[in-house]
C-alpha cells in the first residue's frame, strides 16, 4: 500500500497541475484514483529493478520492419530474426506503435488498448520480454479521428467524453509553435455551437484535452497496461505540445513537465521498475529542460547529435561537434541521453536553431537534397515555412559530399558516424534499416508521395537472411561492421552511460572526445578523422601504450603523430 507520504507527493503534483481548473476535492479524488491503480498493480508483482550499463543498447524497429509472404504474426517474425541475429548486440527493442492505427504509420491510434492484428497479439510483446527489455511509444498528445474516443467524443459517451481539445474563437494561437505547415484548427458544429478541433500534427491526428483529468488518468492506466504486458520503457511521443493556453506558444507549458514529473513519480512506485523517455524534437536548451533537476525524464533523445554528426562528415568539418559537445551538460545518475543517428522521423532541423547559422544551415540543406532528400516544413508566426526535418535515410544522407562526389568513402563515413553515437554519452539505438545501409525507399514515396516513406523501408525475412549469408554483398557489410562495435562497447566499463565524457579540441579535422568509467579505472579516448584525407593528430606519448579498441594501434609518425586513414575511427584504451 502507498504510504501517506508517497500520496502527498501524487496530490501535490496534480495540484501544480489543475489548481486553476480543479477542486480541492476533485484534486484528492483524483490522487485516490491514482493511489488504487497503483496498489492494485503492486498487489501482484514482486519489485523489479532495471540495470543499465555499457551493455544497454537499442533496435529501434516498427512491427512490420520485417515480412514474410504469409504477412501474419509479424512480432513473431521479428523475434525469430532478433534472436537469431540481433540479441548478442542487443538487449532492448524500440516497438513503434503497434497499436491499430488510422494513419503516420501507427501514430495515430485508434485503440491502446488493442494490437494491430496484423502484427499479432499482447503475448507476443510478453514474450519477447521475457529475455529483453521493450520500449514502446504511448502516443499522449493525440489520437485518431477514426477511433473509438473521438466516436465517443462526438457522442457525450465514455470513453471519449470530453477527451478532445476543442477551443472557441477567442483562443489567441498567434504565438503557437508548430512542428507543421497544416491548418491547425478545424471548425466543426458540435453540440449546438461552433468550435475549433485542434490538430498539431495532422487532420486525421486531434489533440487530446489534459485539462480534463479523466485524459490523464486515462494515460497513466494505459502505461499500467502495458507494464503488465512486458514493456518497461515509455516514449512519451511529442510530449512538448501536450498543455495548450491561450496567447502562449503552447509548448513545453509549466503543465506538460509537470505531468511528466507525476508520470515519473508513478513509476517509481510501481514494483516493476520503468523508463520515461520524452520525444521532443526542439532547440538544444528547451530539449534538455525536460530533465528537470532530475526528477522528470530519466532519457532524452540527444535530437542535435544527428544533424550535427552528419553535417561535420559531409563538409569535413568538426567545429560544430567540438563547441556543441564542450557545452552539452553531463548527466546526473538516473538520467541518461538517448543518442541515435536515425528514426522512422527524419533529421531534425530545429535541434540545431542557435548552434548552426543560417548560411551553413542552408549548404547544409542543399547538400542533402543533392543527396536524395525530401523536406517537411513547419509554418512559422510570419506565416513562411521553414524546414521542420530532412526525409532521408542515413546512408543516402552520408553517401557522397563536396569532397567525395562519386561517393568513394560512403562506408567508411557511415561506419565512423555510427562509431561517434555509440561511443558517446548515453544509450546507443539504432534504427533496424541503419544495420543494413538500406537505401532511400523511392518505390514506396512515389505510390504514396509521403516524404517519410522514403525512410520505412520493410524487409522481406528470406531476402534480408540471403543477404546476410551473403558476406560480400552491402546488407552484410554494414551489418557486420555496426555489430562489431556494439559487441566492443558492451565490454568497455568507460562506455556506462554515465560515464564522463570531456572534449578534447584537435583541430577543425578531427572529433575527439574522452570517456571515463564510474570507478575511473577505465579510459577510453575516441578519435575520428572527419575528412577524406589522412590526418596525423598530435598524441600524448601516454597514448603511445594504450590499445586500439577497433583495429591495431596506428602507424605513429616521429613518436609525436598518429596516421589517420580517411573518416577513420579509434578507441585506444588504457587497459
Avoid at 513545453?252 to 516493476?272: A, F, M, Q, Y
Avoid at 529542460?289 to 533523445?301: K, T, V
Avoid at 533496424?432 to 516524404?451: C, M, P, R, V, W
Wanted: proline residues 3%.
Amino acid at each position: 500500500m502507498l504510504s501517506q507520504i508517497d500520496q502527498k507527493k501524487i496530490k501535490l503534483k496534480l495540484k501544480n497541475i489543475y489548481r486553476h481548473h480543479l477542486s480541492e476535492i476533485e484534486i484528492s479524488d483524483c490522487c485516490k484514483e491514482i493511489t488504487k491503480s497503483i496498489n492494485k498493480f503492486n498487489k501482484k508483482r514482486n519489485k523489479k529493478k532495471k540495470i543499465i550499463s555499457e551493455k544497454t543498447s537499442i533496435v529501434i524497429s516498427y512491427g512490420d520492419s520485417l515480412f514474410s509472404s504469409s504477412q501474419r504474426h509479424l512480432l513473431k517474425n521479428f523475434q525469430s530474426f532478433f534472436q537469431k541475429k540481433l540479441s548478442k548486440y542487443f538487449n532492448t527493442v524500440h516497438f513503434l506503435p503497434f497499436y491499430p492505427s488510422s494513419s503516420d504509420s501507427g501514430f495515430a491510434v485508434k485503440d491502446h488498448y488493442k494490437i494491430d492484428n496484423r502484427l499479432g497479439n499482447w503475448s507476443d510483446i510478453k514474450k519477447f520480454s521475457k529475455k529483453n527489455d521493450i520500449m514502446a511509444d504511448v502516443v499522449i498528445n493525440h489520437s485518431s479521428a477514426r477511433g473509438l474516443w473521438f466516436k465517443n467524443f462526438l457522442k457525450k459517451k465514455k470513453p471519449g467524453k470530453d477527451y478532445f481539445l476543442t477551443v472557441n474563437s477567442n483562443f489567441n494561437v498567434s504565438k503557437v509553435i508548430r512542428p507543421r505547415d497544416h491548418q491547425l484548427l478545424k471548425k466543426i458544429n458540435i453540440f449546438k455551437k461552433s468550435e475549433y478541433l485542434w490538430r498539431t500534427f495532422s487532420p486525421d491526428q486531434l489533440d487530446m484535452n489534459f485539462k480534463n483529468p479523466s485524459v490523464l488518468l486515462r494515460f497513466i492506466k494505459i502505461m499500467i497496461n502495458l507494464i503488465n504486458h512486458g514493456v518497461t520503457i515509455f516514449r512519451l511521443d511529442a510530449i512538448a505540445y501536450l498543455w495548450k493556453e491561450s496567447g502562449t506558444k503552447c509548448i513545453n507549458l509549466r503543465e506538460t513537465h509537470e505531468i511528466i514529473k507525476l508520470l515519473r513519480i508513478i513509476c517509481s512506485l510501481l514494483n516493476v521498475e520503468s523508463i520515461i523517455v520524452t520525444e521532443t524534437n526542439l532547440p538544444e536548451k528547451e530539449n534538455i529542460s525536460y530533465f528537470g533537476n532530475a526528477d522528470e525524464a530519466n532519457w532524452i533523445y540527444n535530437f542535435s547529435l544527428p544533424p550535427l554528426l552528419i553535417h561535420s562528415f559531409l563538409f569535413e568539418n568538426s567545429s560544430y561537434l567540438n563547441s556543441w559537445n564542450k557545452n552539452l551538460p553531463q548527466t546526473k545518475k538516473g538520467n541518461s541521453y538517448l543518442n541515435f543517428i536515425a528514426s522512422h522521423d527524419g533529421i531534425g532541423m530545429r535541434p540545431v536553431e542557435g548552434i548552426m547559422n543560417k548560411n551553413n544551415k542552408d549548404k547544409f540543406l542543399k547538400r542533402l537534397k543533392k543527396n536524395g532528400s525530401k523536406f517537411s516544413y513547419r509554418k512559422v508566426q510570419s506565416k513562411s515555412k521553414k524546414v521542420y526535418e530532412a526525409n532521408i535515410t542515413v546512408f543516402d544522407a552520408l553517401k557522397k559530399s563536396d569532397n567525395d562526389p562519386k561517393g568513394k568513402f560512403f562506408l567508411e563515413r557511415f561506419i565512423s558516424a555510427h562509431s561517434i553515437m555509440i561511443s558517446f554519452e548515453g544509450v546507443p539505438a539504432i534504427y533496424f534499416n541503419s544495420l543494413f545501409g538500406t537505401s532511400n525507399d523511392e518505390a514506396k514515396y512515389i505510390i504514396t508521395g509521403n516524404n517519410r516513406d522514403l525512410n520505412r523501408y520493410r524487409w522481406n525475412h528470406k531476402n534480408i537472411n540471403e543477404k546476410l549469408k551473403n558476406t560480400k554483398s552491402k546488407q552484410s557489410i554494414f551489418y557486420k561492421n555496426i555489430t562489431d562495435l556494439l559487441e566492443i562497447r558492451r565490454k568497455q566499463k568507460a562506455f556506462h552511460p554515465n560515464g564522463l565524457r570531456s572534449n578534447i579540441n584537435m583541430g577543425p579535422k578531427i572529433f575527439c572526445f574522452k570517456r571515463q568509467s564510474l570507478d575511473k579505472k577505465q579510459t577510453i579516448i575516441c578519435i575520428t578523422n572527419l575528412s577524406s584525407k589522412n590526418q596525423f593528430p598530435k598524441i600524448d606519448k601516454n597514448f603511445i601504450k594504450w590499445k586500439n579498441l577497433l583495429k591495431p594501434i596506428p602507424k605513429i609518425k616521429d613518436k609525436k603523430y598518429f596516421e589517420l586513414k580517411p573518416f577513420e575511427t579509434i578507441w585506444l584504451s588504457n587497459i
